[in-house]
């Protein structure tokens, strides 16, 4: 147990584009994670468990700050966070903690707080305001290269060619693994620093630390036996129309997806377009994503074992998520964004030493990245802010439930491109108007457009594929004008709260304190 007056230590474990189906704990019927299984049998596993807004940068802003999309307003890759908002690393280190990052946060600095000529103005991979950097690990991946190459593999490629296969032909899709190995991916070097790192922590004194992991992100590929531990035949059938014609019909932000999607971002030297690869094609890239998951929960395994030789695994609370999930073949699409569960169902386990009787349970009530920050904050013994649009879940890791909780999950992507404008110019739209929110029930999900795009209804419990519109039928309108009502009045309710609960009276300034 952690001992009388000394905080507990936090390790905050984001893993890259993980679906939240994707772990045997949640009954995936072919995945293997035992480390992360062990994790679950330790702690609380949220099952219903959803990220804010996708791609990373939008999706970690949502986390890292426990606002929505509507209020941090990280639209996407490349938005600057605007710098009044607090955020999960000044939260920790306000109450004595000295947060330390291992990889990335994927943060674009506000830029009136920067010098014009900062370098850290030509990037999207800044870090959180409020980290010490022990270990960074951008896109390029050099650190990791470098100690590649100390061990004698020849890195000259750089990234991403490195991840391609070795003896690859015409970029075809393969289950050869990359020249580096099973102890030699980014992964293992990132576990292997925040192992080195923990041995020199000082016992008595509480830490902070972030594993950023990029895997299960593309490039899809692993090394062996991760690479063949899966047999593409298996798994379940994909969500999807008969063809990427008839999916591209569904609705015209579908069809502008679909059209983007090139097999470079996902397998480098692959040519043409995702939607062409055959359903042979698609099985085996998800075989060799259920590895890189299987490869990540090894590295986990690394991490449990060290804590407990380190002596630290019950005095630290452990939070392992994503930061947004993959489509992984579904409706002929890979990676994320856009509407679909299958790019915001996400991983959650927290587990807490100091509650042992909830040990192995799960919880089926929505949750939220929006949720994470005020959990740590509350589990540290400080209120959150009241204006955080996420609510502690701490109740549930003490075995209760509270009186009032959402009955449904919210998530937003936009899909501006201020830069080129492509978006824009395709739908005819200004920049303002290129997003989409959605709220989701068990029964229903209702998906609004801006700029005059056709809204979406499906029946989540009769349709999971989430392949049949109910937007237009005469039998659902009435339902369709209760969730439009809902997602009006959850806007409404979220909008900034950042003074607007606060009252300057005779008496001084009145507050608000926040209920669940």
Known sequence: MTGKGRRPNVLLITCDQWRGDCLSAAGHPQLKTPNVDALAADGVLFKRHYGG????SPARACLYTGLYQMNNRVCRNGTPL???????????????????????????????????????????????????VRQFLPEHQ??????????????????????????????AVTEAPPVYSRDQTPTAFLAGEFIRWLGEQDEATPWFAHLSFISPHPPFIVPEPYNT?????????????????????????????????KRAKFRPGATGKVHDWSEDDFRRIRAIYYGMISEVDAQLGRLWQALKTEAAWDNTIIVLTSDHAEMMGDHFMLGKGGYFDGSYHIPLIIRDPRHRKVAGSAVDRFTEAVDILPTLIDLLGVSPEPHLDGCSLKPFLSGGTPAIWRDAAHWEFDFRSIADGEAERHFGITSRQCNLAVIRTKKFKYVHFGGGLPPLLFDMEDDPGESKNLAGSPAHRSTRLEFAERLLAWRAEQLDQSLALLELTENGVAGYSKSQ
């Open 82 to 132: 605007d710098a009044r908002h607090g955020n999960i690393a000044l939260a920790a280190r306000s109450v004595g903690y000295d947060p330390t990052l291992f990889g990335y946060t994927d943060v674009s600095l506000d830029p009136r707080q920067l010098a014009p000529a900062d370098p850290r103005l030509h990037s999207y991979e800044g870090v959180l305001p409020g980290f010490t």
């Open 142 to 171: 050099k650190q990791w290269l470098s100690w590649l190459k100390q061990q004698g593999i020849d890195a000259g490629a750089g990234s991403p060619d490195i991840h391609r296969p070795v003896g690859e032909v015409d970029g």
């Open 53 to 56: 807004a996708a791609p990373c």
């Open 229 to 261: 531990q899966y047999d593409p035949a298996d798994g379940p059938s994909f969500h999807r129309a008969e063809s990427w014609r008839a999916e591209s019909q569904g609705h015209p932000y579908v069809a502008y997806d679909l059209d983007r999607q």
